[in-house]
């Protein structure tokens, strides 16, 4: 439930960080978008992502003014952060709180350890769907580190945000993006920013945790007899 006073914006936030998604406004529709790019079956049901790129850009479609049209940026492995604890309410556990933790100990060994801060996620109230919420979220903050930005024509306008679009660059190669952010300057071209499209950070299967169980009194059970006076 939600109980207290928030933002809708941090609401939605929240519950995208939590669902490995992304919520998208085109200015007629509210959409919520998977971060998933491998086919996944359960509960009778097969989703099957649409990786498809809208369009294969080339040096002929970018607007360069000069520069190089496509602009990369790589974050440093050392300043990612490689452990990540999320705070559930346990449903088996009278929903009693419950940290459930997520690291890589690669990273950990390699550049220390670099905790992010705690992130509540009440609507999570069973342990093995957490550890699966965990390992998505710390799996995107450390292993997708490349970004790209670039500008496109008015042409382009159909493009949305989590849109897939195939980049190639005589430089970088042949690759595919996910659109992150999509703003359009003063003379109606479209100014990109683009992430990288990894595979092994949209599943998880989990791991295990042994979960904290609690046997509450039962105050009306039945005493039986009294010793004899």
């Known amino acids: 439930i939600l109980s207290d006073s928030s933002d809708a914006s941090s609401i939605l936030d929240r519950w995208m960080k939590i669902t490995n998604s992304e919520v998208v406004w085109t200015g007629y529709t509210l959409k919520f978008v998977p971060h998933a790019y491998n086919t996944i079956t359960g509960n009778g049901a097969v989703f099957v992502p649409d990786t498809a790129p809208r369009y294969t850009l080339t040096d002929v479609d970018f607007v360069s003014k000069g520069v190089d049209p496509v602009d990369g940026s790589r974050v440093d492995p050392a300043d990612a952060y490689n ?6 309410r346990e449903r088996d556990n009278e929903y009693n709180g419950l940290p459930v933790e997520w690291k890589d100990q690669a990273l950990i060994d390699v550049y220390g350890l670099r905790p992010a801060s705690n992130f509540k996620a009440d609507e999570v109230c069973d342990v093995t769907m957490a550890t699966k919420v965990v390992a998505l979220m710390g799996k995107r903050g450390a292993y997708l580190r490349n ?12 493009l949305e945000p989590m849109d897939v679009v195939e980049v190639v660059d005589p430089r970088l190669g042949t690759f595919l993006v ?5 703003e359009e300057n003063d003379d ?3 100014q990109i920013i683009a992430r990288e499209i990894s595979s092994t950070v949209s599943t998880s299967t ?13 105050t009306g059970a039945d005493p039986g007899d009294v010793n004899p006076p």
């Open 147 to 158: 970004e790209y930005s670039f500008t496109l024509g008015a042409e382009y306008c159909l």
């Open 83 to 88: 452990r990540l604890v999320i705070d559930i």
């Open 206 to 218: 989990g791991a295990s945790q042994e979960p904290i169980g609690s046997v509450p009194q039962n």
């Open 178 to 182: 996910q659109i992150k952010e999509i």
């Open 188 to 190: 109606d071209e479209f």
